[in-house]
């Protein structure tokens, strides 16, 4: 068993007139790991997942899947690994049976056991009354447990999990969460799962790579990620520019350096104050808070923190 | 915007030789993706018959009539079965190239990156796409022969010439279906490919002798004529069932060896097959990649 699932190193890709997409990534999955790519639209998740799974070429540097070069020996990277697009990727003419049967051929796997896998996955997914219609009639939901049970069929070693979740509505999407806990913990299988979703980034994933205009600039456990930032942040919002509030919460000694400013919404992390003295400070100051409130951070303070962006907003 | 370093997690150790999945044989690949298309090619009933109407009608309809009209060709060729072996001219190029649109509704709809994913090379795809369009056209042209038969058309069946008229059908069709699938892999609307046929599948059609033999254009379009596939693949097609003598590939060659010249047209379809083909193959590749 290879322990380095995905290497990845200086991976580049600039599209036809121009546009980096991906600038430059250095990252690795171990054997059995969740990754995540957290960020928002645009990011360049999709076509980081793209060139792992060889479908777009890179532009530049390296990548490695169960250590086969993707743009040397990509028939055997892809022999060890399966996607799920974000976007839907079934014949529609075809039944559900048929879609996962053409995958099990196409990735080698044996007439009985392909049989004897389809039944158990389609029993797993709850596909078991769907199988037999055409594709073309399913729901956005049971079409994408229908491409999670297809990319599973071959057994990968790594299944890169594109977006699984986006366009569907809140209660499909918590259950395929709850489903692909499940696979996490039935599959031996190294996961990279990309999403702009955090509660997904940090119920699944034991490592986060928060990426951001093609490039990676935070890598951490969530936990790690969020610890960061403390157990609890003060969140108002300010008459006029936040940014100009944290300068004068950091004039009357207030610990500035994770706080972040947005617009006119301060986050103050109270790792090393508390609530009463940024309050007092902003007071002393002359500035005037409204809607205040205080919660346990979260990945998107995280990504905020780093970017300057908010990840739903960007989405 | 602070940067974090990427460590990897310490338990990570260099690996020895790595040990591939399974591959697929090639005849298994192959015939896996022919079986894909053969699938949906027939839950798309359409794609069967549209193709094969217009020249049906040619063939049963405006045949007979021309030949009526005009007297026929005043050789030993029968004119109405002149004009059944050259509608195969237009039978086959529409027969492809609407094969080749399901390429493109592959592209928008259907399962291509699933396909391009697949521990497969990507030259299966385009392969195993042309297995079924080859059949779909082989089973269209048998469709449209047995119906002019039926209508009273001779065709001088022998071994050898069922042997020319099967290469030179099959060469045809391969070299066409390789237009077909460039065009589908270069194009990126529906609408668009469709817009090309015309220029495609029919044009040639009415240049390379199909209803009439080649000499009877101005001389300069019929030294045009002759650099076409469709003229040489038309002329081994009625040497083969209603031209013994070879009269359209003396035509093309000018030689007295008609099975000399027989071969000389059956390689230049050949090289425009093989050619489009590996063409096909390769912009499909590298469009399909991005």
């Avoid at chain 2, 469709?143 to 010439?161: D, E, K, N, W, Y």
């Avoid at chain 2, 059956?266 to 990649?289: C, K, M, P, Q």
């Amino acid at each position: 068993m290879h322990d380095r699932m995905v290497e990845v190193n200086g991976l580049r890709k600039t599209y036809p007139g121009g546009v980096e997409a991906v600038r430059g990534l250095d990252f690795e999955i171990a054997a059995g790991e969740v990754f995540g790519l957290l960020g928002p639209n645009g990011a360049g998740k999709t076509t980081t997942v793209g060139m792992l799974s060889t479908t777009i070429a890179p532009s530049a540097g390296s990548a490695r899947i169960a250590g086969f070069d993707v743009a040397r020996q990509a028939i055997e990277a892809r022999s060890v690994s399966s996607v799920v697009f974000q976007n839907a990727v079934v014949d529609r003419n075809l039944s559900g049976r048929a879609n996962l049967m053409l995958h099990a051929r196409l990735w080698a796997v044996a007439p009985r056991e392909a049989s004897t896998r389809i039944a158990e996955l389609v029993d797993a997914l709850g596909l078991g009354a769907l199988v037999d219609r055409n594709a073309g009639s399913y729901s956005g939901g049971e079409r994408r447990r229908l491409e999670i049970a297809r990319a599973l069929i071959s057994r990968p070693r790594v299944l890169f999990l594109d977006e699984p979740t986006v366009g569907l509505d809140p209660r499909i999407r918590h259950e395929l969460l709850d489903l692909l806990a499940d696979v996490r913990g039935r599959e031996e299988t190294t996961i990279l799962l990309t999403t702009h979703y955090l509660e997904e980034a940090q119920r699944l994933c034991d490592r986060v790579a928060i990426i951001h205009r093609g490039q990676i600039v935070a890598l951490e456990a969530p936990d790690t990620l969020l610890a960061d930032l403390g157990r609890e942040v003060l969140e108002l919002r300010v008459g006029g520019e936040a940014s100009l509030a944290r300068a004068a919460l950091g004039a009357h000694g207030v610990p500035i350096e994770t706080a972040f400013a947005v617009g006119s919404t301060l986050t103050v992390p109270l790792q090393d104050t508390s609530a009463g003295d940024v309050m007092a400070a902003l007071d002393q100051a002359g500035v005037t808070a409204s809607a205040i409130s205080s919660r346990r951070p979260t990945l998107d303070d995280v990504y905020l923190r780093l970017t300057g962006d908010r990840l739903d907003a960007a989405a | 915007m602070s940067t974090t370093t990427l460590t990897p997690p310490a338990d990570l150790a260099r690996p020895s030789a790595p040990s591939a999945g399974r591959i697929p044989s090639a005849a298994r690949a192959l015939a896996t993706l022919a079986g894909r298309r053969a699938a949906l090619t027939s839950r798309t009933p359409r794609q069967i018959a549209v193709p094969l109407l217009g020249p049906l009608l040619l063939a049963l309809i405006a045949a007979p009539a021309l030949k009526q009209a005009t007297g026929g060709l005043r050789s030993h060729i029968d004119y109405a079965a002149f004009i059944d072996i050259g509608t195969i001219g237009l039978l086959v190029p529409l027969s492809c190239i609407f094969a080749g649109l399901s390429v493109i509704i592959d592209r928008e709809q259907g399962a291509q990156r699933e396909l391009l994913s697949a521990p497969v090379p990507r030259a299966y795809l385009v392969l195993g796409n042309l297995a079924v369009a080859l059949g779909l056209a082989a089973l269209q042209v048998v469709v449209l022969l047995a119906l002019a038969a039926l209508r009273g058309a001779h065709f001088t069946i022998t071994a050898s010439g069922l042997a020319w008229f099967v290469a030179a059908t099959l060469l045809f069709s391969v070299f066409i279906y390789g237009v077909a699938e460039t065009l589908a892999s270069r194009v990126h609307k529906q609408e668009d490919y469709i817009a090309a046929i015309p220029a495609v599948a029919i044009l040639p059609f009415f240049f390379a002798g199909a209803l009439f033999p080649i000499g009877a254009m101005p001389a300069a379009l019929a030294t045009i004529a002759k650099f076409m596939p469709l003229t040489h693949a038309l002329a081994l097609m009625r040497y083969a069932f209603v031209d013994p003598r070879g009269t359209g590939l003396h035509a093309i060659w000018g030689m007295s060896n008609v099975t000399v010249e027989a071969w000389l047209s059956l390689a230049v379809v050949a090289v425009f097959a093989l050619a489009l083909t590996a063409i096909s193959v390769r912009v499909f590749s590298r469009s399909a990649v991005g």
